[in-house]
């Protein structure tokens, strides 16, 4: 989760393609994981940079 905070919050990369980074087969499954760890998707934690 560490890691996906930190490429979400410096990379222009897709939530998708961070996934796959990840070792993730499906996105999905890392919006899932995601969200039951920080309370808010991917993209909500990515946009609260901005």
Known sequence: IEKAKE???TTRLSV???A???G???PQ???K???SKT???PLDFRQ???
């Open 7 to 9: 490429k979400l919050s």
């Open 16 to 18: 998708s393609e961070i």
């Open 20 to 22: 796959y980074q990840l």
């Open 24 to 26: 993730f087969e499906h």
């Open 29 to 31: 499954s890392f919006n």
């Open 33 to 35: 994981l995601f969200k």
């Open 39 to 41: 309370n808010q998707s």
């Open 48 to 50: 609260s940079f901005n």
